[in-house]
């Protein structure tokens, strides 16, 4: 099984706080691979690097062969569009569109919105029924899975979330556990920052980090092809 993120070296200083050094790490496809660490551990800034909203200071980030590093402004757009569905714990919707038009917004910056395609992925999560619905009208589970409709309907080839779970109370973590776990049988790569200790015990591996640095790789479940 061949290597879709390749991260090597690492580094991203803010001033004199260095929030991520020498980090290696690489993800296999098809893996789910969680990451975990106290709060300031730079859990969320590893994501960012990856997701190409922040640039790294020092060291490679290679997704899928492609070096993120001196991409211009419109690749990384692009990258971001093609290659990554993004999931955060707030959800990002917006609140004057329904739950369709919310999911759209990720074909509009692809310029292909389509209804039916948007329709199916809502319909994917469990919400063919509230395609109407504004986020206000939405629980907090519903509003996390139009995010995950969002982050799946331009068909990515990595989905990152960052504390997916952290807004919701047990019933509806199931539920976007329960998703994950669907979306992984299928063979989607995922890597998905959590403080909770179940969701990150979900993953084929868990990766800790503690002040900027891996502290503790634990051995995949999955089994080297």
């Known amino acids: 099984m061949k290597e ?18 020498h980090v290696d ?3 296999r496809e098809g893996e789910w691979v969680s990451i975990m660490g106290p709060s300031g551990s730079g859990k969320s800034t590893l994501l960012n690097i990856v997701c ?37 714990q707030q959800f990002h919707l917006v609140p004057y569109l329904n739950a369709m038009e919310n999911v759209m917004l990720a074909q509009y910056f692809h310029s292909m919105a389509d209804e039916e395609s948007a329709r199916i992925a809502l319909e994917r999560v469990g919400l ?23 982050a799946l309907i331009n068909e990515p080839r990595v989905l990152l979330a960052d504390e997916p779970t952290g807004n919701l109370d047990e019933k509806n973590e199931e539920a976007v556990m329960e998703l994950f776990q669907e979306l992984h049988g299928q063979g989607m790569t995922l890597v998905v920052v959590t403080h909770d200790v179940s ?14 640095r891996v502290l503790v790789k634990t051995a995949p479940k999955l089994q080297t092809a």
């Open 4 to 21: 879709i993120i390749k991260i090597s070296g690492l580094s991203k200083a803010y001033g004199q706080v260095n929030a991520l050094h």
């Open 25 to 27: 790490l690489s993800v």
């Open 52 to 88: 190409g909203l922040d640039s790294p200071t020092d060291g490679s980030v290679l997704i899928d062969g492609l070096e993120l590093a001196g991409l211009s402004a419109s690749e990384l757009a692009r990258y971001r569009r093609e290659m990554v569905g993004l999931i955060f």
């Open 128 to 150: 063919g029924h509230r395609l109407d619905h504004l986020p206000a009208h939405l629980s907090g589970g519903e509003q996390q899975r139009v995010c995950i409709a969002r």
């Open 199 to 212: 969701v990150g015990e979900a993953g084929d591996r868990i990766i800790n980090l503690e002040h900027g």
